[in-house]
């Protein structure tokens, strides 16, 4: 074991859980091989979701809702989740654990493509979470910016692709390549963006925060 996985263990070990409804959640997707956010992830996004204690979520990929009920965890009453999700076979799952969790009202779940739901949405949200199609990732950026809040913050997950971004495209498997490209050149675009303020942030598979400037 590294010190980098021991590092992470000791920081898993130290957290409380998130409620037995979550806790579930959770440990039924890892045995299902459904793809939600690691464990040290989560205490990030619900961390920057109290900070920012936004009014509107947008959420880009549901899965089965785990990171949507985090997140509902720790933002104000008032606010309300928007999350999209394409995979037919996780809505009906994420659905029930919205009635489950009581947050039916506060979380409204679009289903479809995102790139189309996102060219239709008009209303500004002061956090995005991003957690879908990592090869689109680059694809929504421009609808994403439109929908974000000057002063919001937008928060990408899996950036760092396992490790592998810091490799050559050709180190890469070839499937990977494609992916491998677009990932490289979002975080370029996130950092290079005069708009933008970013971070990234090496946890869980990666993650970058993004504040829009309220004025250039």
């Known amino acids: 074991m590294t010190q980098q996985e021991r590092i992470r263990d000791y920081i898993v070990s130290l957290e409380r859980g998130h409620g037995s409804l979550c806790d ?9 091989g459904v793809p939600v956010i690691r464990q040290e992830t989560a205490a990030l996004l619900k961390t920057l979701v109290a900070a920012v204690r936004p009014s509107a979520i947008l959420e880009v990929g549901t899965a089965v809702g785990y990171s949507a009920l985090l997140m509902a ?15 037919e076979k996780r809505i009906p799952q994420a659905r029930e654990n919205f009635r489950r969790a009581g947050e039916e009202g506060r979380i409204r779940l679009l289903t479809g493509d995102a790139g189309q739901i996102l060219e239709e949405l008009d209303e500004r949200y002061d956090f995005i979470f991003m957690d ?14 439109r929908l974000l809040a000057p002063g919001g913050m937008l928060v990408s997950d899996n950036v760092l692709q396992d490790g592998t971004i810091v490799e050559s495209r050709f180190a890469v ?8 490209t677009r990932m490289r ?7 290079q963006d005069p708009e933008l303020t970013t971070s990234i942030v090496p946890i869980g598979d990666g993650v970058t925060i993004s504040v829009k400037k309220d004025c250039i």
Request: charged letters at 35%; one cysteine or more.
């Open 24 to 32: 579930e959640i959770f440990r039924k997707a890892v045995a299902e």
């Open 185 to 191: 050149e979002y975080l370029y675009r996130l950092k």
């Open 173 to 180: 498997e070839r499937r990977d390549r494609t992916i491998h």
């Open 73 to 87: 965890q720790a933002m104000p009453k008032d606010c309300r989740i928007t999350t999209i999700e394409k995979y």
């Open 132 to 145: 879908a199609a990592k090869g689109q990732y680059l694809n929504w950026l421009p609808q994403v910016m």
